[in-house]
């Protein structure tokens, strides 16, 4: 038998692709390595699943060709992922992030709804436990083979992930398919990764959270800020303002720091212009007591430490010297960054296949006629907020319509 589409690996792309190709009438072959499907999407949003966002462009995306990304992402929009959801029978809910999660608060739900649509359609067949090894073309189209299977396709969509979370599956086997054809790769980085630190202060801090700025200056220039969610951890930083940095942190070149603003509504001028102001209005009132108004009491008296300024001060008799001091280490702390948890613990690969052997409106290769791509495998990485999986609906959509449209375009030639 010679399947119409050969798809490898069965996570969000791969779902998405095989369920849109099976809706165009093709015969489609689904190959997933491990034992089961789809566990990113089980694990994704702490088990919650954040499906997409209210508002997404290729502002939320990084990649070595952006514009290709915004073609693709309005090819399937947030909207359209919304109405294929509800047509699945799982009702997405807004938060007020912007974020959307199913309404049940389970990613099993997500997982389910594309597991049943797969399973009621005649023209899909998912073999798990079928790690694709190797892949080469031949006169009817393409050989996949396995370590106790071989499989003939017209068309191969790799749709294997990158190398986020390996134990899932995605370990960069993909990555080698894609090379074996001739496709070079952007260099990939682990993204959405946890920050390390030494800093064991800092590190006492583990499991308080606030909203903070962070911000990424290189060789003396600010590259890139986010202003979000913050958490102090065993090992470091995470929350969403600490792993969005963390590939922008990995991909900067030069002296390289991460600042931290703990109270992102002031900034050097307005933080230090209300401390003088309460210095007259409020003078008895203690920096201590100042400060817990706006932070966690702990961190409060870490910075205290750190600035070296007894807490149960009070305001009027704070110097200039030490008023300094406090404003630094509020807004403009420059955490002791070490590096990134890496691949193990990263929710995205940053880097993958490069664009310029691509066709950037179908995702097929330019060097092998009937190669798509889909997914996380692209030079495509998304920030936190539901992006990285719209990313892989839109080019899953993508690739299953340009496969669609080819197939019929050849049958019209035929008649
Ligand atoms: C902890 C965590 C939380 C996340 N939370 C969110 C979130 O809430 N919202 C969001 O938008 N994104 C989230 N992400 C990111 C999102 O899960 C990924 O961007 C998305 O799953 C990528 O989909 P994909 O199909 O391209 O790759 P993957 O989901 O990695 O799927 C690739 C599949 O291919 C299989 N495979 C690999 N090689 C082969 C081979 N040679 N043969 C056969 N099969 C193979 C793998 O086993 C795997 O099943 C999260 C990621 C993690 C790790």
Known sequence: ?????????????GLMTA????????????????????????????TRCNVTNKAVSEKDFNSEEIIYVRNILRSFSNEDTIRFFSGLGVELVLEPTGKYFPSTNSGKTVLEALLRKINQA??????????????SRDKEGFILQGDQFHFNGKNVVLTTGGL???????DGTGYRLAQSFGHSMVETVPA????????NDFKSLSGITLEVQLTLVADG????????SFLFTHLGFSGPAALDISRHFLKAKGKKQVIANFIPTYNENSWGEHLRQLGTQNPRKTIRNVLIELMPQRLADIIFKKAG???????????????QRLIDRCVQYPLDVTGVLGYSKAEVTAGGVDWTQINPKTLESKLTLGLFFAGEILDVD??????????????????????IKHRSSHEQEDH
Not at 122 to 135: F, R, S
Not at 388 to 393: K, S
Request: net charge positive.
């Open 221 to 228: 220039k600010r590259c890139i800020s986010f202003r979000d």
């Open 382 to 403: 998304g920030r936190i907020g539901g992006f990285n999986f719209q990313w892989a609906w839109a080019s899953g959509y993508t690739v299953a319509q340009a496969i």
């Open 192 to 199: 959405l990764t946890p920050l390390t630190t030494q800093d």
């Open 309 to 323: 300024i007894e807490a149960s001060l009070p305001m009027n008799q704070l110097d200039k010297a030490s008023r």
């Open 1 to 13: 038998m010679i399947y119409d589409v050969i798809i490898v690996g069965a996570g969000a792309a």
């Open 19 to 46: 369920i849109q190709a099976a809706q165009g009438g093709l015969q489609v072959l689904l190959l997933e390595g491990q034992k089961k499907v789809g566990a990113k999407i089980l694990m994704s949003g702490g």
């Open 164 to 170: 986020s979370y390996p134990t899932t599956g995605s």
């Open 122 to 135: 005649k023209n899909i067949t998912l073999l798990c436990e079928h790690k694709v090894k190797a892949v």
